[in-house]
Nanobody, 127 residues
Framework: QVQVVESGGGLVQAGGSLRLSCTTP????????TGWFRQAPGKEREFVAG????????SYADSVKGRFTISRDNAKNTVYLELNSLKPDDTAVYYC????????????????????WGQGTQVSVSS
């Protein structure tokens, strides 16, 4: 079983920034296509951003384009999600997901495409 661990959530004011981290202890995260999803109370889980194996391709939801950035640091075995210009509508539990799929530029954007999920980290944005 692959463990996925998120960290970095918190409470910020509108316009502020946070950096979320995702790691797979004991596994090389660069071998996995990785994505971030979020789920607000009463809403379905939605795609936020994804990055391919090797980091050559990325994809973002329209609602976060230009504000959020997904990246990899293979030396630290970590995928990051930088959240800038945060809005109250960004308030949600943010989940990291991973799937072992190597040597491809494919970015996965649908929850069912991912095999492994973290427990989530809360991001709250006050107005």
């Amino acid at each position: 079983q692959v463990q996925v661990v998120e960290s970095g959530g918190g409470l910020v004011q509108a316009g502020g920034s946070l950096r979320l981290s995702c790691t797979t202890p004991g596994r090389t995260i660069s071998s996995y296509a990785t994505g971030w999803f979020r789920q607000a109370p009463g809403k379905e889980r939605e795609f936020v951003a994804g990055i391919s194996w090797g980091g050559g391709a990325t994809s973002y939801a329209d609602s976060v384009k230009g504000r959020f950035t997904i990246s990899r640091d293979n030396a630290k075995n970590t995928v990051y999600l930088e959240l800038n210009s945060l809005k109250p509508d960004d308030t949600a539990v943010y989940y990291c997901a991973a799937r072992l799929i190597a040597r491809t530029m494919l970015v996965l954007t649908i929850p069912s495409e991912y095999a492994y999920w973290g427990q989530g980290t809360q991001v709250s944005v006050s107005s």
